[in-house]
């Protein structure tokens, strides 16, 4: 069959059927396709369903409805809502949900007390305050965030975003414990170390070496930051609290120097 018979509007729902990628692929095949692989129709079947609700609880009072496609890409780009505390974004890709849940949004271990932490502004980061170690003898750091928010039936990771301060001590004595559980579901467990232990520290200069395994080491990101993958679950269709965790299992050794963004939740390509 010739496409280019078909109506305009005709040619928008199937390319609507399909995905952000296919729909720019699209829009090379003729003017006609671009016209139609353009429409608001297509992009505003790609953006979230509660895209609306999304903007208004955002900083960003610049993203406009007029043209869905340029929404569509606006929201590809980290935005602040809920009061700067949380971050949002379009993966470009598929156009699933991701969230960063701010040092603010998660629970950390007596991080009220600037005994053993201080809250402060890095040039870096995407909030107003990121949490820096001053000096703790036991770790545990908790995020939690409902499937409801999340694209559906799609396959998450979750990773704490850190770094290591130039002055930091006691991170690579003993390994700790992640864990990521939805609803009743315990999940499984990993261990990772926030920096490598002396004796691997030998074979690299990297400090966010990533050994060949996959195990849970610190990896560098493009922003300037490095993460930790806490685990992975499926967000089905439902309405279930999902817990990430990192906590110590054995504790009592000092420790500091270790600076959090907070919790990042994107999905996971195959």
Same mark, same amino acid.
């Given at each position: 069959m010739d496409f280019s018979l078909l109506p305009e509007d005709c040619v928008s729902k199937i390319i609507s059927l399909t995905s952000p990628l296919d729909a720019c692929r699209s829009? %090379? @095949?003729?003017?006609? #396709? +671009?016209s139609a692989a353009d429409s608001n129709e297509v992009w505003e079947r790609f953006l979230p369903s509660d895209y609306r609700d999304l903007v208004s609880r955002s900083k960003a009072p610049n993203l406009k409805f007029c043209l869905m496609k340029?929404?569509? #890409?606006?929201?590809?780009?980290?935005?602040?809502?809920?009061?700067?505390?949380?971050? $949002?974004? &379009?993966? /470009? &890709?598929s156009g699933k949900k991701c969230y960063v849940l701010s040092a603010r949004e998660i629970s950390i271990t007596w991080s009220s007390d600037p005994m053993y932490w201080i809250w402060k502004p890095v040039p870096e980061s995407r909030f107003s305050k990121v949490a820096v170690l001053r000096t703790i003898w036991w770790l545990e750091?908790? *995020?939690?965030?409902?499937?409801?928010? &999340?694209? !559906?039936?799609?396959?998450?990771?979750?990773?704490?975003?850190?770094?290591?301060?130039?002055?930091?001590y006691g991170l690579d004595s003993m390994p700790l414990e992640t864990q990521v559980k939805v609803g009743?579901?315990?999940?499984?467990?990993? !261990? !990772?170390?926030?920096? &490598?232990?002396?004796?691997?520290?030998?074979?690299?200069?990297?400090? #966010?070496?990533?050994?060949?395994?996959?195990? +849970? @080491?610190?990896?560098? +990101?493009?922003? *300037?930051?490095?993460?930790?993958?806490?685990?992975? #679950? $499926?967000?089905?269709?439902?309405?279930?609290?999902?817990?990430?965790?990192?906590?110590? @299992?054995?504790?009592?050794? %000092? /420790?500091?120097?270790?600076? @959090?963004e907070g919790i990042e939740v994107r999905p996971k390509h195959q």
């Open positions: 829009s %090379l @095949v003729s003017a006609a #396709f +671009r340029e929404l569509y #890409f606006g929201l590809c780009e980290s935005i602040l809502i809920d009061g700067g505390n949380k971050s $949002f974004k &379009l993966d /470009k &890709l750091i908790q *995020g939690k965030i409902r499937t409801k928010t &999340l694209s !559906t039936n799609t396959t998450y990771g979750a990773y704490l975003i850190m770094q290591i301060s130039q002055s930091a009743n579901n315990h999940g499984s467990t990993n !261990t !990772t170390h926030l920096r &490598l232990p002396n004796t691997e520290k030998q074979h690299t200069d990297d400090p #966010f070496y990533t050994d060949e395994g996959g195990g +849970r @080491v610190p990896r560098e +990101r493009d922003d *300037g930051w490095a993460e930790i993958e806490l685990g992975e #679950f $499926f967000s089905g269709d439902g309405d279930e609290e999902v817990e990430m965790s990192l906590r110590e @299992v054995k504790g009592y050794q %000092l /420790k500091g120097g270790l600076v @959090v």
